[in-house]
């Protein structure tokens, strides 16, 4: 499963995080996932779980909060905006797998659906994103 | 804050060494020595891997005449399919052969994600089939992967040397390992004779050829100079067809150069 190595750079990314600022015990940890890479939340919940096992001592009592983000993706020649969760629907389950994988593949199997370009940004909700960590000395 | 950044690493743990085949322009053979060196490191029995980072315009799976690509198995991230004993990545098993048009932020991102997610386990080698010049993925690989050594190629063109040198003044700049240059495409019927006689003829009087003129700028920077291969007219026709490409003599000129290679820089 895909999910497991976000979730192994999640963690390992913490693990970091508390070494460079000293944290003994992390007590919470805010992960925000973009609605463009279609995460499974159950599986990526049963991945950190199963990595975080080894490091019982410093997340031991940490909550892990994890906040769905709507993708948007704005055309750069029309400047119009749209939502992806209204472009899904005409995609197929292997194009689908493909932005799963590298979500950049937006570009590949999206046109903006006022000019038909593939030129658009993807202006939020594009991966997996630590919004904070929280922890004591 | 991005995750993925702190796991590459990880990620490349078991990997020796790593490998970047660069050069300033498209068209100059990037792809065919990186696709052609992945497959002489695994004849040589070598565990290697093999990763098209050009985007743009991966050519790397049309060279070795991978056409079954797909999904990548999942295994606690991604797993490369092999193909020739060789573990074989590109973006093509998620575009196929669709245009990927991506701006810079994309092809950043794209990179990263890839380098986070991907398992390549064990390997001697992994190389990489880098896009032109010094732009986005360049700069991620010399940014993210500090231990990728370059392998620079360019051909006897003007056009090629005097862009590769600006290449080659940002790695220098950078302190990034370079391994040494390549000078491809040589035309025979311009210097018929083997690059070492070449050298003695002309070293010493003012007639110097274009070959010589290269490994001189090169070593000016003080860079290895690995060695020259000659154009090939049958390598098109070997396109496709592993066999038909070990046997051409641009993968026999290739296979001298990475015996030198490796006897000075044996594996770790």
Same mark, same amino acid.
């Given at each position: +499963? ?8 999640? *963690? ?11 944290? $003994? ?6 992960? $925000? ?10 599986? @990526?919940? @049963?991945?950190?779980?199963?990595? +975080? ?10 909550? *892990? $909060? ?17 939502? @992806? ?15 799963? @994988? ?36 | ?24 322009? /498209? ?48 295994? &606690? ?60 993925? !360049? ?6 992967? &500090? ?15 005097? !862009? ?10 950078? #302190?990034?390992?370079?391994? /040494? ?20 003829? !002309? /070293? &010493? ?13 090169? &070593? ?39 015996? #030198? ?8």
């Amino acid at each position: +499963m895909h999910e497991w190595a976000l979730a192994d750079a999640v *963690i390992t990314t913490t693990l970091k995080v508390a070494e460079n600022e000293g944290l $003994k015990e992390i007590s919470e940890i805010i992960v $925000k996932i973009g609605e463009l890479q279609t995460i499974d939340t159950e599986i @990526f919940n @049963f991945a950190l779980k199963e990595v +975080m096992q080894p490091q019982k001592k410093l997340l031991e009592n940490a909550k *892990i $909060k994890i906040k769905s983000e709507k993708a948007i993706l704005k055309c750069k020649v029309c400047k119009h905006e749209w939502l @992806f969760k209204n472009a899904v629907k005409n995609l197929s389950e292997d194009e689908t797998e493909s932005l799963h @994988f590298i979500p950049e593949t937006a570009h590949v199997y999206l046109r903006c659906p006022k000019c038909n370009s593939p030129d658009f940004e993807i202006i939020q909700g594009r991966g997996i994103w630590i919004d904070s960590i929280s922890g004591e000395r | 804050m991005d995750p993925r950044i702190e796991v590459i690493d990880k990620r490349l743990k078991d990997v020796k060494r790593i490998i970047a085949v660069a050069g300033g322009k /498209g068209g100059i053979g990037k792809s065919s020595v990186a696709s052609t060196l992945a497959l002489i490191l695994s004849k040589m029995g070598h565990k290697v891997g093999l990763f098209d980072l050009d985007f743009s315009g991966p050519s790397s799976h049309i060279i070795l005449g991978i056409k079954d690509y797909e999904f990548p198995k999942e295994d &606690k991230g991604i797993v490369p399919s092999e193909y020739y004993g060789i573990k074989f990545l590109s973006i093509i098993s998620f575009s196929e052969e669709n245009p990927s048009p991506l701006r810079g932020i994309d092809i950043s991102n794209a990179v990263i994600e890839l380098l986070a997610i991907t398992q390549w386990g064990s390997l001697d080698y992994l190389i990489i089939d880098m896009p032109p010049g010094i732009g986005d993925a !360049t700069l991620d690989i010399i940014r993210i992967i &500090k231990r990728a050594e370059f392998i620079v190629i360019t051909t006897p063109s003007k056009l090629s040397i005097q !862009t590769v040198k600006k290449s080659l003044q940002l790695l220098l700049e950078l #302190k990034v390992p370079i391994i /040494g240059v390549i000078e491809n495409m040589l035309d025979r019927s311009v210097y018929p004779n083997s690059p070492f006689v070449v050298l003695r003829r !002309t /070293g &010493k009087s003012r007639k110097f050829t274009k070959s010589l003129s290269i490994k001189e700028q090169v &070593k000016a920077f003080n860079i290895p100079f690995l060695g020259e291969i000659y154009f090939d007219k049958d390598f098109e026709d070997s396109i496709g067809n592993v066999n038909k490409l070990y046997n051409t003599s641009f993968a026999q000129s290739l296979k001298r150069i990475v015996l #030198k290679i490796l006897q000075n820089y044996p594996t770790k």
